[in-house]
């Protein structure tokens, strides 16, 4: 065996104050929001393959586990929106940061996203690509908070919500979900320890 190292090895889970959904739930569920998903885009009319656009970075681990476990011809990328700053609550008008490399005109569009909250940063995503002129736009987020819903979300033609599991009103973390970029790695959901963000001012 390996000699201890002479500091405390801190791990990312010590900052985490209760797991929500253990690692065993989460593949679980993925598990049936990926066979929801596969089954429609199965049945969707013959046409170009469908683009599945993870929003980043938060939407990294579901988008990974969703995509292979979709057995349909389908292309990947990424957009990147942001709207929050280093805290825990949405700060204003959402931008496009990094923009899409694949055309998505005429093409069904599958929005990846970790959590949907308050719906600014979504519903200013998906007026985005109904520009672009995706012909339906769906959304598949692992994490809903319907409680904290100030936009509506507005799906474009055929499009479908799917979500992972209801979140209560926590902060959460792990599976993608970061704070300061942090606890993104934990694969299970979490509660982070109150101290672990209070002393940040910005809050
Ligand atoms: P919304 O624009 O819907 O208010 O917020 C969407 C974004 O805020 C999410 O994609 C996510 O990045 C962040 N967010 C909202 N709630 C949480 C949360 O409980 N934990 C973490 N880590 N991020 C959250
Ligand atoms: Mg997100
Ligand atoms: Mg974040």
Redesign the pocket.
Known sequence: AAAAPAAAMVSAEAGIDRVLWTEAEVAARVGEVAAALAADLRALPPGPPAVVVG?AT?ALLFLADLVRRVDVPLAVDFVRVE??GGG?E?SGK?RITADLKVDVAGKHVVVV??????????SFLIAHLEKKGASSISVCTFLD?PARRKFNIQLVGDGKFYSGFE?PD????GYG???AELYRNLPFIGVLKPEMYKKDSSN
């Open positions: 929003v938060g709207s929050y825990t949405s959402p996203e970790d959590i949907v909250d308050t719906g600014n940063t979504l908070k979140c926590y902060f959460v973390v979900l970061d704070y």
